[in-house]
């Protein structure tokens, strides 16, 4: 055969496989047109699966008369005109392709009218050619009705799943759509039967419940909600959306949702962001609940990679990354309720726990005179609520004031909790000691294992990122410096790091090869006797090994690290007022539900626990 240019109605079914797949796909490139339109209110009816009838009814901009025709030529947009708009693209489309590969597919009819304009334009094609273009009676805004899909190609045809598969994979992509833009209306209909209605309240929680259902819903966490506190972030691309608990695992990542600038993308990298997030809080193989949307500049951002735009590529994938990761590990660690401890499962990280309600945090059930009377049978001298984080009458304690009498100067102020959270933890009863390494205590609504250690990490790292915020870190210079002889790897780390450890504290000076003179310490550190130099390994020990996934910032890293060395080890007996202090000091904290590694502080049962396992009535 000589060579020749296919014919246009060939070009375009040849496109058409591209772009239509199957009925979702065509669904979704008229969703997106009604979008761009700026319709508020987008009713999707389907037939068959699609297969039948597609019909996408908008209350957008509508096309003008005169333009309806070329609306369905190839390459035919009103939304880019040169090449420069392909590197800032703001629209959902651009590419100009949809309604010519769909009629090319299919028998289309597009009713439209402009607001200003008397009557509406009614246009048919059949394969892509008009054969009927006149007025026609219309409301503002655009239906297109798109029939037999794939009618005239057999081959296409026979991948078509059933009409229930096909139905689902529509209903997929109109509730991303309602989860990308809550405050529009979006409404499906398959067979006569409503399968999906978001309410265009603008609110993304209320477009969870609608898609997950409301027991879902309430078990997600807003991911990204105080990004503005870290300053750090701010560089970096926005992050938000919601996670859910690590209870709502699933078998696959299926339920990680990804939006870009409020596109739908896939990517498996990203994906694996949001996966490492809960490292340590899901069960082995199971894979989270997620909605994240990031917001980068348009030019960070390359859609024009796949003709279904299914795939983005980012100028910076690594930033993306780490930012994803860090915003919701933040967010499951701040919200982490308390374990409970399960008599019947062994220590499942991430079984997710009970969440007692506001009424016992609040200390419901005659708690507050129970533990008033307790403490006047002197049971211990706590101040009962308000807590006051300055106060440390009567503690008298040893290893907690050592460290900290600086502190007492420079109260620890955790950033002050959304107003409307409710405390992350009750009022607790210090009960006594276990195996030297766990504090047990009474809660209004049953009994708390609080690991000692984990919860000293907790008050310190809290303490000590305020400290350093407000420029007020206490700082305890050596009187003889000490020489410290460090391996190579260790002095690459100090080389590296030498600004970030001076700022905390850890003053450290060349002195030739790999020694090099420690001059001071953080105060937190200082009550560790004669051992400055083992702490310091300690910490470079940890600072080589950068697998820390929580931290943000250089500096919060090497805090944890350092509150990872000071804070009380497990195995070491304290006494009723240090353990009281502590539990005052881990309620004062902004996270106390976890150390700053994101494991539990505390473990929970509650007296309903208890009853059951006593056979109580
Ligand atoms: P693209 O969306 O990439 O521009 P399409 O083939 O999907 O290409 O649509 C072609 C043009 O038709 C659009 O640029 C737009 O001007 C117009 N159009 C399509 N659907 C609608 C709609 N629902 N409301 C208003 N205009 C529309
Ligand atoms: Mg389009």
Not at 46 to 67: H, K, M, T, W, Y
Not at 71 to 81: G, V, Y
Not at 439 to 460: F, K, N, S, T
Request: charged fraction near 20%; hydrophobic fraction near 40%.
């Amino acid at each position: 055969m000589p060579i020749r240019v296919l014919a246009p109605e060939v070009a375009n079914q040849i496109a058409a496989g591209e772009v239509v797949e199957r009925p979702a796909s065509a669904v979704k490139e008229l969703i997106e047109n009604s979008l761009d339109a700026g319709a508020n209110d987008i009713r999707v009816e389907v037939r068959e699966g699609g297969q039948r009838l597609i019909r996408v009814q908008d209350d957008g901009c509508g096309i003008p008369a005169e333009e309806a025709s070329v609306a369905f030529l190839r390459h035919a947009t009103s939304k880019i005109s040169s090449t420069d708009d392909l590197n800032c693209i703001t629209t959902l489309g651009f590419r100009g392709e949809a309604l010519a590969s769909i009629a090319s597919v299919a028998q289309v009819t597009v009713l439209t009218r402009t607001a200003d304009a008397d009557a509406g334009t009614l246009i048919r094609l059949i394969d892509g050619r008009e054969v009927e273009h006149g007025l026609a009676g219309a409301p503002a805004g655009t239906t297109i009705t798109v029939e037999h899909l794939f009618a005239n190609i057999p081959a296409r045809l026979k991948f078509l799943k059933q009409p229930a598969t096909e139905a689902a994979h529509i209903q997929q992509v109109v509730t991303r759509y309602a989860l990308a833009y809550p405050e529009r209306r979006f409404s499906l209909l398959s067979d006569g039967k409503l399968l999906f209605q978001s309410t265009g309240t603008g609110k993304l929680v209320d477009v969870l419940a609608r898609v997950y259902g409301l027991e879902m819903a309430k078990q997600m966490i807003e991911v990204g909600a105080d990004a503005s506190e870290e300053a750090d972030t701010r560089r970096g691309p926005g992050v938000s959306g919601y996670a859910g608990a690590p209870s709502l695992h699933r078998g696959n990542r299926g339920l990680i949702t990804l939006f870009v600038n409020r596109r739908w993308f896939q990517d498996a990298s990203i994906a694996y962001a949001v996966v490492q997030a809960y490292h340590t809080l899901l069960p082995t193989g199971r894979f989270p609940v997620a909605v994240i949307f990031l917001e980068i500049d348009p030019g960070d951002v390359d859609v024009n990679v796949h003709p279904t735009k299914a795939e983005v590529r980012f100028r910076e994938p690594n930033l993306i990354f780490s930012a994803v990761q860090k915003t919701v590990r933040r967010a499951l660690v701040d919200y982490a309720p308390v374990p409970r401890a399960d008599t019947n499962v062994t220590g499942m990280p991430g079984a997710w726990p009970h969440e007692p309600g506001a009424a016992a945090w609040a200390g419901g059930e005659g708690w507050t005179e129970r533990r008033g009377a307790l403490l006047a049978a002197g049971h211990g001298g706590q101040v009962p609520m308000p807590l006051r984080h300055d106060d440390r009458a009567g503690a008298g304690s040893d290893w907690l004031e050592s460290g900290s009498a600086p502190a007492a100067a420079t109260p620890i102020i955790p950033p002050s909790p959304q107003p409307d959270r409710p405390p992350l933890m009750p009022i607790l009863r210090v009960v006594g000691q276990l195996a030297a390494t766990y504090i047990v205590a009474e809660g209004p609504d049953g009994m708390y294992l609080i690991d000692q250690h984990a919860a000293h990490e907790r008050i310190l790292y809290e303490q000590m990122l305020a400290e350093h915020a407000t420029n007020k870190l206490v700082v305890q210079p050596l009187l003889d410096p000490l020489v410290i002889d460090l391996s190579a790897e260790h002095a690459a780390v100090v080389a590296e790091e030498l600004d970030t450890l001076a700022q905390l504290g850890l003053a450290l000076e060349p002195f030739g090869g790999a020694s090099y003179l420690l001059r001071s310490v953080p105060a937190i550190l200082a009550r560790d006797g004669g051992q400055p130099e083992r702490a310091v390994i300690e910490i470079l020990d940890g600072l080589a090994q950068r697998d820390d996934v929580v931290e943000t910032t250089r500096e919060a890293r090497l805090v944890t690290l350092i509150c990872k060395r000071a804070a009380i080890k497990g195995n070491t007996p304290m006494s009723l007022p240090e353990m009281q202090e502590l539990v005052r000091r881990l309620e004062a904290c902004r996270s106390p539900r976890t150390c700053p590694h994101g494991r539990p502080t505390m473990v929970y049962m509650s007296a309903a626990d208890l009853a059951r396992q006593f056979g109580r009535p």
